[in-house]
């Protein structure tokens, strides 16, 4: 387990006593998320209002790129979810620069082999609650606190620059689940902001097939889109995910 996700497990799994569900209903649920990634959009500046604009998956590639996530919930009252997340996210490579770039206070040359890496770590909370539920369809809203752990760094020889950026940031989630067959169900689960300092969505849409009791077998596509336009840093993305999940309900 990444070690960043211990607090979430701590803050989800030492409470349990304290949660009431119905008769019969898992309290707890994990699930292990693994695919490959593309990028489609990765246009960085740093500063954003002085630093030169260019585009950061020229140097690293569009991928594939190795992707993995965790992700606990606690159904601790019948209607009510804690939800923790651990999604890091990391791609890195070489190329050259079309045109000289001015990134991070230091100047890097065109045509020049040049490293790159592009991070940008989650963690999230989730409370949510459920708003629906029928025997075929379940839908759940709430608030996730989101904190992001970003890094992007640029290396040509003995020149390195780079842009580091740790905050929180709030989203509203939306989760639906459709049960369209015996063993067989649709969900959908959308983490998104959009405010004057910038955009951010993490939706993914993903089929399940449970195997036997409490365990199932997820597989779809996950889209990871946003950015931030002001004078510190302008940088926008939109990454693609093919995955593979386990979720173990307890």
């Known amino acids: ?44 500046a740093i500063p954003g209002d002085t630093g030169t604009r260019f585009a950061l998956d020229e140097l ?55 490293d790159a890496k592009f991070r940008f770590d989650s963690y999230r909370l989730t409370y949510r609650y459920r708003v629906h539920e029928s025997p075929q369809w379940e839908w759940r809203a709430g608030l996730t606190a989101n904190v992001r752990d970003a890094e992007i760094e640029l290396e040509q020889g003995a020149t390195m620059g780079r842009k580091t950026d740790t905050g929180l940031v709030p989203l509203l989630n939306v989760a639906g689940s459709w049960h369209f067959a015996t063993d067989w169900r649709l969900a959908l689960d959308v983490d998104t902001a959009v405010a004057p300092q ?18 199932e077998l997820g597989m779809g596509y996950r889209t990871i889109e946003g950015g931030a336009d002001n004078d510190e840093v302008y940088t926008f993305a939109w990454i693609h995910q093919l995955v593979l999940s386990l979720r173990y309900a307890f």
Not at 11 to 19: S, T
């Open 198 to 215: 910038g955009r951010a969505t993490d939706a993914a849409l993903k089929s399940y097939w449970q195997i036997r009791e409490g365990l």
């Open 1 to 44: 387990m990444h070690r960043r996700a211990l607090p979430f497990a701590v803050l989800l799994f030492a409470c349990a006593a304290c949660g009431t569900t119905r008769p019969g209903q898992p309290s707890f649920t994990a699930e292990v998320e693994g695919g490959m990634a593309w990028q489609t959009r990765n246009d960085v």
């Open 60 to 114: 690293t590639g569009s991928g594939p790129f190795p992707v993995g996530r965790l992700e606990f919930s606690w159904w601790f009252a019948e209607r009510h979810e804690l939800r923790a997340v651990v999604a890091p996210l990391e791609f890195s490579g070489e190329g050259s620069l079309d045109a000289p770039v001015s990134f991070a206070g230091q100047s890097f040359a065109a045509g020049t082999k040049t």
